[in-house]
């Protein structure tokens, strides 16, 4: 149940684990259950609704807002990835969020770090095998924000699906008590999948960028029509990409939903994944197939 007396208690904004962990032993004193989204800021919409998947289920809400430096390649957009912060925390009041934790990186990984994290094989493939070393960053501030705040369930979107079956996994293999809840993509009119590097594109790769879903939305739709031959499916979704200008294609694929090996033959539960660069910027996108 919804905590009736939310909106008369401020946001609290803090950097500070210690205030952190102050803030969640009052809460559970309460007998509130903790819930996590863990973003990396610039906020939209698909942020949103899983505050408020968040908001619907616990009493106490909290977004952590960390840009992670290890999670990006030596060549990927750090630098220039979006921080409006005062807008973050403008959304994260508006959602009904009880905590802000926005932790430099000096607090996350501080002089002397030296452990980090690692799920084998699922995060090989696809995503991993593009961007190595991307999911050991995943993985090892997933744990630390896990440990920090302590949620009963923590909350992501179906957008990243290799991230949150990756995130299961490490659930499950270091017995942290945290249910993983997905949350449906949440889209623009124009299908699109909101991103926070969307902002990136031109208008032009915007229009580009819509091959992503076209191409998910055929693969469903041969799968529903009957098409048992996955691999012609596969070639078609990358051929509705690759056919359009500015998008050079980094995988199109099939793969079962829990262990993302790519599927040979048709099975009750599927899902096509897909990630490619339009222009300087890289989008990736999926869509189950019952």
Request: net charge negative.
């Given at each position: 149940?919804?905590?009736?007396?939310?909106?008369?208690?401020?946001?609290?904004?803090?950097?500070?684990?210690?205030?952190?962990?102050?803030?969640?032993?009052?809460?559970?004193?309460?007998?509130?259950?903790?819930?996590?989204?863990?973003?990396?800021?610039?906020?939209?919409?698909?942020?949103?609704?899983?505050?408020?998947?968040?908001?619907?289920?616990?009493?106490?809400?909290?977004?952590?807002?960390?840009?992670?430096?290890?999670?990006?390649?030596?060549?990927?957009?750090?630098?220039?990835?979006?921080?409006p912060f005062e807008a973050d925390c403008e959304k994260c009041r508006a959602a009904g969020v009880d905590l802000?934790?926005?932790?430099?990186?000096?607090?996350?990984?501080?002089?002397?770090?030296?452990?980090?994290?690692?799920?084998?094989?699922?995060?090989?493939?696809?995503?991993?095998?593009?961007?190595?070393?991307?999911?050991?960053?995943?993985?090892?501030?997933?744990?630390?924000?896990?440990?920090?705040?302590?949620?009963?369930?923590?909350?992501?979107?179906?957008?990243?699906?290799?991230?949150?079956?990756?995130?299961?996994?490490?659930?499950?293999?270091?017995?942290?008590?945290?249910?993983?809840?997905?949350?449906?993509?949440?889209?623009?009119?124009?299908?699109?999948?909101?991103?926070?590097?969307?902002?990136?594109?031109?208008?032009?790769?915007?229009?580009?960028?819509?091959?992503?879903?076209?191409?998910?939305?055929?693969?469903?739709?041969?799968?529903?029509?009957?098409?048992?031959?996955?691999?012609?499916?596969?070639?078609?979704?990358?051929?509705?990409?690759?056919?359009?200008?500015?998008?050079?294609?980094?995988?199109?694929?099939?793969?079962?939903?829990?262990?993302?090996?790519?599927?040979?033959?048709?099975?009750?539960?599927?899902?096509?994944?897909?990630?490619?660069?339009?222009?300087?910027?890289?989008?990736?996108?999926?869509?189950?197939?019952?």
């Amino acid at each position: 149940m919804v905590d009736v007396d939310r909106e008369f208690r401020p946001l609290l904004i803090t950097p500070d684990p210690a205030e952190l962990r102050r803030a969640v032993r009052a809460a559970r004193r309460e007998g509130s259950l903790i819930g996590c989204v863990p973003t990396m800021g610039a906020l939209h919409a698909g942020h949103v609704s899983l505050m408020q998947r968040a908001r619907a289920e616990c009493g106490f809400v909290i977004v952590t807002l960390f840009v992670n430096p290890t999670q990006f390649g030596p060549t990927e957009d750090l630098n220039r990835y979006p921080r409006p912060f005062e807008a973050d925390c403008e959304k994260c009041r508006a959602a009904g969020v009880d905590l802000l934790f926005c932790p430099s990186a000096d607090v996350i990984y501080p002089p002397g770090h030296a452990t980090f994290v690692e799920v084998l094989h699922l995060s090989d493939r696809l995503e991993g095998a593009v961007r190595p070393g991307h999911f050991r960053g995943v993985t090892t501030i997933v744990t630390k924000l896990l440990n920090l705040t302590q949620p009963d369930k923590a909350y992501f979107g179906q957008k990243d699906f290799q991230q949150q079956a990756v995130i299961r996994r490490l659930c499950v293999d270091l017995d942290i008590p945290t249910e993983i809840i997905t949350c449906p993509t949440i889209r623009d009119p124009d299908g699109l999948a909101m991103s926070s590097r969307n902002d990136y594109l031109s208008s032009a790769e915007r229009n580009s960028g819509l091959s992503l879903h076209r191409a998910l939305c055929l693969a469903r739709d041969k799968v529903r029509a009957g098409e048992t031959n996955l691999a012609a499916i596969r070639l078609a979704l990358r051929a509705e990409m690759e056919q359009t200008s500015g998008v050079s294609v980094d995988y199109a694929t099939i793969a079962d939903p829990d262990s993302l090996v790519e599927l040979t033959e048709p099975a009750p539960h599927m899902v096509a994944l897909v990630a490619a660069r339009v222009g300087s910027t890289r989008l990736i996108d999926n869509l189950l197939i019952p």
